[in-house]
Nanobody, 116 residues
Framework: QVQFVESGGGLVQPGGSLRLSCAAS????????MSWYRQAPGKERELVAT????????NYANSVKGRFTISRDNYKNEVYLQMNSLKPEDTALYYC?????????WGQGTQVTVSS
């Protein structure tokens, strides 16, 4: 079955960096666009970044543009989110997900907390 396992979150000070990883399985990863979402307490889930199947097209939410970079490794079936210049408002549970599919099961996410 389709599975996403996110990792790499943690507690970081404002201005710091983190690199999130997501291991995907159960589908043809090399043909799938991928995305990162986040959900802060009391807020709806928000789309953060997307990447095309070959990695050539990337899009970002305005709130993270210029600070976050999405990438992927089609040999390892993994997608990454490099997060720099982190702000307290980036605090959330981060998830990866396959683009264009509504029926996949969400992973457990990885918690990112930005605080001094």
């Amino acid at each position: 079955q389709v599975q996403f396992v996110e990792s790499g979150g943690g507690l970081v000070q404002p201005g710091g960096s983190l690199r999130l990883s997501c291991a995907a399985s159960g589908f043809a990863f090399i043909t799938a666009g991928m995305s990162w979402y986040r959900q802060a307490p009391g807020k709806e889930r928000e789309l953060v970044a997307t990447i095309s199947s070959a990695g050539g097209i990337r899009n970002y939410a305005n709130s993270v543009k210029g600070r976050f970079t999405i990438s992927r490794d089609n040999y390892k079936n993994e997608v990454y989110l490099q997060m720099n210049s982190l702000k307290p408002e980036d605090t959330a549970l981060y998830y990866c997900y396959r683009l264009g599919v509504l029926s996949d099961t969400w992973g457990q996410g990885t918690q990112v907390t930005v605080s001094s």
